[in-house]
């Protein structure tokens, strides 16, 4: 029996080694490949920041990768922002009129095609004869986005024993002086992993902001993805690592928050 369950552990260390391989090792290779000082992206040359520099000199391309980082922080926020008014909602309003349909209309971004809602909302454009740019493709991920945050709060909140408030407005606080100073501080870790995820969804995001995009508003993936289509420059590996720099340094930052506030709760706890 024990002989049986070692060898379904190495099997399942086989298995998960060959899962991480196919997931990482084509990003790892990415990574080295970026250092490369040869022009051609198959072909090793030794070490190098050559471009790395290229891409810092290359206009359009940074003008690409400001339009991404811009909407990508105004889109979170606001989906940020709506989600977690939904979230409260949903956790708190248990039996309001509709709530069945709000919530399947909140989560319907979750499993639709990113291609009908890009179409739809190119469509809602037109028809409101709105010049595509910066706004249009901020509501549009705005819209795919914050769905994903309404899900993060709302798990959050329903793992919280209400008491908490209840005791909060048994001393004396109102429900909105309660929610401020009882569950906001419990459940900031989740909107700002909300935040982060909202942050990343639209960063990377092509179908949708291909379809509300216009002259002069091209994000930095519809820059990658046409540049591509003529062939795999040594500077996409360089701004794609970069991506994935900043990418882990929000991981670990959220990581380090969510930490500092369960340390701060835990010591407020005895209060």
Not at 29 to 34: A, E, M, N, R
Not at 215 to 239: C, D, F, H, W
Not at 242 to 265: N, R, T
């Amino acid at each position: 029996m024990a002989h049986t369950v070692n060898r379904l552990s190495r099997f399942n260390m086989t298995a998960l080694a060959l899962g991480l391989a196919l997931l990482y090792l084509p990003i790892v290779i990415l990574v080295i490949f970026s250092f490369n000082a040869s022009r051609l992206v198959n072909v090793w040359g030794g070490w190098s920041l050559r471009w790395y520099i290229e891409f810092f000199n290359d206009r359009a391309m940074l003008e690409a990768a400001w339009m991404s980082l811009r909407v990508a922080a105004v889109s979170a926020t606001f989906a940020t922002l709506l989600g977690t008014l939904a979230a409260i909602g949903l956790a708190r309003g248990e039996r309001f009129a509709g709530r069945a349909l709000f919530s399947g209309m909140l989560y319907s971004p979750l499993v639709m095609p990113e291609v009908i809602s890009g179409l739809s909302l190119l469509l809602l454009f037109v028809a409101l004869n709105a010049e595509r740019g910066f706004w249009t493709v901020t509501i549009a991920h705005t819209t795919l986005t914050m769905c994903f945050v309404t899900v993060v709060v709302q798990s959050r909140l329903a793992s919280l024993d209400r008491s908490l408030e209840e005791a909060a407005m048994d001393l004396g606080c109102n429900p909105v002086k309660a929610f401020l100073m009882v569950t906001l501080p419990l459940i900031i870790p989740a909107i700002v992993a909300g935040w982060m995820l909202a942050f990343t969804l639209s960063l990377d995001d092509v179908v949708i902001a291909s379809f509300t995009t216009g002259p002069g508003s091209a994000t930095l993936p519809i820059r990658i993805y046409s540049e591509v289509r003529l062939g795999v420059k040594p500077e996409i590996n360089a701004i794609c690592t970069l991506m994935i720099a900043l990418i882990a340094m929000l991981i670990v930052a959220a990581s380090f928050a969510s930490k500092l506030s369960s340390s701060q709760g835990e010591s407020a706890a005895p209060l």
